[in-house]
């Protein structure tokens, strides 16, 4: 948190399997109002659902420090994806916490990477 | 990034908008991974028989093209259309079509002119863009 505007890219799901089903890991935000993710790259053709979720678990402590144990999740957003580039944004993020999960449809065989920007202060 | 408002105006593209055969122009991602509001416009005076006729695109991407922005050439590659319309302007006059956009959560925007077949080449035109933020 600051008084200057803080911002992160960064790849949130690098090179997974998209004919199966994928988590990112926890992506602490609470400082943050805004969030996209878009499949920005990778061998497969992707053809599933990415989908944005939120938590307002404590997780942990000291974000950063350790793994967040984090259970409940709520779907703040969803993208229906068959190409690499499609992306979904989220704004007015009101949670602590920020995760993606990917489920496959009917994706070719490869990998899929998956890139992330936050927006906050 | 700043403590205060952060703005930016300029123009991406200069000079000639779309030629004979081109299939659509695209101006240079620019960086806004710390802006909120995005905009573009494209202006063309058009000509007696000239038509601007075809799509406008606003696009996204977060695609890390550079690390540092603004040192040495960025590539992105992965574009997705956040906001579009059809546009038809051939009355012989100055005319400027817009995409505009809040709540922009992505790393980078372009903006794209498509034209379709009713469209005419060679009109000269620049494309601006206005960008706010922190």
Redesign the interface.
Known sequence: MS?????R?FIALDGVNPQTTVNSAAIYSQQML????????GTSTPNGTLKIYGSNENGINDPGLGTPDITYWAELGSLSATA????V???DVSYKWLKLTWTNSSSTAGTMDV?????G? | MSGSFNTKSGIIYDGVVVEMGAPEIETDPIFAQNMFYVNASLEVNLSVGQQLSGNIYLEGSNDLGNETPGIGTTSVTSWWVLAYNAVSLSTATPVMVERSMNDFAYRWFRFRYAPDAAATGGLEGKIRYTMKGW
């Open positions: 008084d200057s505007m803080n911002t890219n805004y969030a996209s993710a878009q499949i920005t790259g690499i580039g499609t992306g944004a989220i704004t890139r992330m920007t936050i927006k202060w």
